[in-house]
């Protein structure tokens, strides 16, 4: 069993449950909206809380946009335009060194009753003349959620995470830091450097 494959579980449990929450979550936003108490989409509850009572809520830091790429629709979704638009993202926002190569893989599809999930692996690395096969790599895991009960025109929601970290990330909400990447490589380069064989 390869070493990143024992992450994969992780990261797709990780994505599951934060997808459930997101589903849960709206349906008590619709209960509320039903029930007359109103929510300010995009705010947190305590954020909607000031805002309801009059007050005002300012964040401690500047509002910076997050970069984003235009996601694919329900209807336009493939494997192959997804590994697409995952290479897009990642050239197009992400910030890291030349150094860094990445690969691509598609892991399978897992049917739930009102979507399909289809897994896609990133694996990282940084080879080097003298090491062309790194010791460690840094693998980031990403799930496109394609409804089927939402219309064809909507967008397929992504989510991603980078293994050993239990947050799960959206496409345009997070900043990414090429730190988690090194983080991640050091962690298994040290976890090697301390087995002995």
């Known amino acids: 069993m390869d070493a990143d494959d024992a992450y994969l579980g992780q990261a797709n449990y990780l994505v599951d449950q934060a997808i459930d929450f997101a589903v849960q979550q709206l349906a008590e936003v619709t209960d509320n909206a039903v029930e007359g108490v ?27 946009p997050v970069p984003d790429i235009d996601w694919l629709r329900i209807g336009e979704f493939s494997v192959d335009r997804a590994e697409a638009k995952i290479e897009q993202f990642i050239r197009e926002t992400w910030e890291f060194d030349a150094s860094w190569l990445f690969c691509i893989d598609y892991l399978g599809e897992d049917a739930a009753e009102f979507d399909s ?4 692996r990133v694996r990282w690395s940084v080879p ?28 397929v929601d992504v989510f991603y995470v980078f293994e050993t970290n239990r947050l799960v990330h959206r496409p345009g909400e997070t900043r990414f830091r090429e730190k988690w990447l090194k983080d991640i490589v050091e962690s298994k380069a040290e976890l090697l450097r301390e087995i002995e064989f």
Do not use: M, N, W
């Open 38 to 64: 109103a929510t300010v989409p995009g705010l947190s509850r305590e954020a909607s809380a000031i805002k309801k009572r009059g007050g005002t809520y300012l964040s401690q830091y500047p509002e910076q």
């Open 117 to 120: 999930r289809h897994r896609f």
């Open 128 to 155: 080097t003349r003298r090491k062309p096969v790194p010791r460690a790599t840094a693998c980031v895991y990403f799930t496109f959620s394609v409804s089927r009960i939402k219309p064809a025109d909507h967008l």
